[in-house]
């Protein structure tokens, strides 16, 4: 509508103008040869502006001639680019309903409509449902295609692995993830693909080298980038122990305590090791060393096997306790240690002392069983002892090795948890809070009857992932080839 009065206002325009040229006086007087040709000038006039305007319209016609084709090429992708964008809408919605076979097609649409260069996002659908019609060798492939563009060679990678983890053939993965990470180096989130792939095939040397460039280029916090070198030194110190390579492997607990001081495993690890070697002086000063920083009842029970033989006196094995306790006076657990070493020395008192000291923390289901067999050591009613107990069945649980992420408990610390695939995550930690009683049967069985104990203990013990059998998986894998 208003393109039309537009137009019906400029042609009055040139109406008026031309009517108002042609009423001008005056004569123009064309001579040459044996000619002469005379003409009003307004007439002139209108005649140039005539000819300039059709002019004008003749050469926008042309130039509407040759761009048509254009145009039309335009408006085709056009259409096809907004059919290709509503595949892609159905190959997600069909993927999201567990429709893998309309997912594969839709996507498979969606790369036929769209230019070569919006076809990542295809690609990736249509190798996802692949994955998810059990089409390994598809899936792979192209994935695969997806490595030549820096802006998608990460999900390319991460399907992969993906794909990986039924096959366990990281061996290729990992090549792949090299030749990709030298082929964009400047592409931090393939470094971190690379790391993952060698973390899951135990590499650790590797990993470190990876974690290095890690590091440059900031994927991670400092702080976590502290923690993983500590365990990585703690992994490969470990597997230096195996076959015997003493020194390589004190050198490496000594590194990962240098890169976190307050490292728990490599601190216990090398405590343990010594212990092992006969080495106890050494041992108790690792423990020295980080129970200032990261106090464990696991390190406690190793300072009661170092405790000299005047120990055995009354009263000697309370002072050995003492040494370390002065080291962290404040700490929750360090008083709960002194409270049980008291108890189990019959120093009474005291161990009332430490447990009045211990409940100005967050008391814990340990808190209220030493409470327990202290009201019972003294004499205390039945009825105390029993509402004890049951606090402590609802009291938070104390300190376990636990998982960050998935909030698991282990008995051991492990560096890596599969399938997830998560590494160093697992920390001396107060896991979630859930009814029940710690392990701690040897306690409970001082007031309960044994099988009532070993009952109440085995409600918070949760099965951990047997770290073992990852290593022995690859152990098969080397000895089979790499076929398995």
Known sequence: MLKALGFIVKFLILAGAIAYLVSLPGVVAIATLDYQLDMPLGYLLAGVVGVVFFALIFFQLLDGAVRFPRWV????????????QQAILRSLSALAAGDAKIGYYQAWRAASLLPPEQHNLPILLQAQAAQMKGETTTANALFTRLLDNPDTAFLGLRGLLRGANDSMDY?????????????????????????????????????????????KSRVYEPAQIQADRAALHTCMAQDAEMPGQNDAAIKHYKRALKYDPSFLPAALALARFYRRQGQLGKMVAVIRHIWPLAPCTLLADLWGEAAPAKSRKIGARLQWFEQLHNLNETSYESLLMMARIALDEGFNGQA????ARAEKHEKTALFYQLSALLLKKTNGSEEDTERLLLEASRAQNDKTWTCQQTHHTFENWQPLIMPEGLFNTIRWATPPSRAGLQNSTGLLQEFTRPDQASGMAAQLQKPAHDFASVRSVYARRDAAGGKE
């Open 73 to 84: 090429k335009h408006w085709r992708d056009r259409t096809k680019g907004k059919k290709g």
């Open 171 to 215: 061996a290729r993965i990992r090549r792949i993830a090299e030749a990709t990470k030298h082929r964009f180096p400047k592409q931090p989130w393939l470094v971190k693909a690379s790391y993952d792939m060698k973390l899951r095939q135990l590499a650790w040397g590797d990993a470190l080298d990876d974690l290095k460039l890690l590091a």
């Open 352 to 355: 009332k002392t430490y447990l």
